[in-house]
């Protein structure tokens, strides 16, 4: 596989770790995440306004997981693969991805 096709998953599966760290803790996306809920959904009470913040931060996670699944099945595809064995090596990768991502949090306090 040439560069030009695993750079872009190995790039964003570093966004995602940097993202495990304290840079993505809750109170970190919320200074951001939380005045702009409250401007959509101006007649949410402020616990109506946090279970959305909880509820992006999930849908966040779920997406970026599908995004690196898809960009490791572009790239396997890209170099040869099969789709049906470019998708079981993608979700796989995604899969264990996933399980060191959830590790890096559990060992962040802020997490």
């Known amino acids: ?16 770790l940097a993202l495990s760290s304290d840079l993505g803790a809750a109170e970190h996306t919320g ?18 306004v946090e279970a959305a ?12 997981y599908a995004v ?14 099969r789709p049906p064995a470019a998708a079981l090596v993608a979700l796989g990768v995604s899969a264990a991805w996933a399980t060191l991502d959830e590790s890096v949090q559990a060992l962040t306090a802020s997490r």
Do not use: S, Y
Not at 31 to 48: C, E, F, H, N, S
Not at 53 to 64: D, M, T, Y
Not at 68 to 81: C, D, S, Y
């Open 1 to 16: 596989m040439r560069p030009a096709q695993w750079t872009p998953p190995v790039v964003w599966m570093a966004a995602i």
């Open 31 to 48: 200074r951001v995440l939380l005045p702009l809920l409250r401007v959509l959904l101006p007649g949410a009470d402020p616990l109506q």
């Open 53 to 64: 913040h909880r509820l992006l931060r999930k849908a966040a996670h779920v997406a970026e």
């Open 68 to 81: 690196l699944g898809l960009l490791w099945f572009r790239a396997l595809l890209t170099a040869g693969r």
